[in-house]
């Protein structure tokens, strides 16, 4: 099967092409969109062989759940009961936007959505395209990133016909997500609110608008989030993640010489206060340690052009875990695997 890329402009959305695309989720189909965050492999969220679909083509595992995508806040009494307050708080907030809200599921959600769990998880993106998708398909969109599973998140059309041609009807190419980095993934345990995947929005403004919010740790994920492998957004090399703090640079440095020594071909992913620091050595700036959004947006296109060119393994530099950087670091962690 040939897999139909289609070009729009999410500045000058052609209506007739998203039509098109909307009749092809109606049908059972599936559909690769832009969100503000990745590329999503969308379905109809309410036909479970369509669904069922999505876990084909991604090759993921049966017992990881989907993110539910709505286009008005409306639609969530139609998929979830026993809204908590804090949940309407994070909600009126933040939507449209890159939070995702796991709640009890009503019986019109099917099971292999929820993987047989009785909690679902729903966001209403804010990008342009995805939001008139789901309109005129007249349902909600199970949408996980539109990648095989384990891969690096795709940011751009031609990442998810690197990996997914022939395993899907159609992609809209909309040029790049804003962000580049996937939703927050937030449950709620009594009063309180617990982060199951750090994301595009930050645990800070999560506790500015509910007073409190607590980190799952990465160690012991749940099984209600999305991403809960211990490796996961993985490029073909090998990733090893140097922390920030002092000597960073020099450690860095060392490991690529000494993968050299024993037959590897490193790429170093460094920040960009550490450009010049590495000489002789294949680099790829990642952005400012300061400026964890340019960081998030660059990532997994950086973890993607290694792999193109060859390299068997990304020294990856950190960054500072505040903002954004919690999640970017998330992203890093999971990429190179438990320790």
Known sequence: MKTLVVPIDPLNIDVGKIDEAAATIKRGGLVAFPTETVYGLGADALNAEAVAGIFSAKKRPLDDPLIVHISQKSD????????????????????????????????????????????????????????????????????????????????????????????????????????????????????????????????????????????????????????????????????????????????VMELAENFKKAGHRPGIMCVEEHAGA?????TKILGSAEDAELCASRLFSIFREFDGEGYDIIIAEGIPEQGLGLAVMNRIRKAAGPA
């Open 76 to 251: 969530l009494s139609r998929l979830t009961v026993q809204v908590p307050e804090k949940a309407v708080r994070l909600i009126e907030k933040f939507w449209p936007g890159p939070l995702t809200v796991v709640l009890k599921k009503t019986s019109l959600v099917p099971d292999i959505v929820t993987t047989g769990l009785n909690t679902v998880a729903v966001r209403m993106p804010s990008g342009a395209i995805a939001l008139r998708l789901i309109d005129a398909a007249q349902t909600p969109i199970a949408a996980p990133s539109a990648n095989l599973f384990g891969r690096p998140s795709p940011t751009l059309a031609e990442h998810v016909i690197s990996d997914m041609e022939g395993r899907l009807d159609m992609v809209i190419d909309g040029g790049a997500p804003e962000i580049g980095i996937e939703s927050t993934v937030v449950a709620f345990r009594g009063d309180e609110v617990v982060v199951l995947r750090p994301g595009g929005t930050t645990i800070e403004q999560i506790q500015e608008v509910t007073g409190s919010a607590v980190l799952c740790s990465e160690n012991s994920p749940s099984i209600e989030c999305p991403g809960k492998y211990p490796q996961h957004y993985s490029p073909n090399a090998r990733v090893v993640l140097v922390g920030p703090g002092r000597g960073q640079a020099a450690k």
């Open 278 to 282: 590495f000489p002789g050595q294949d």
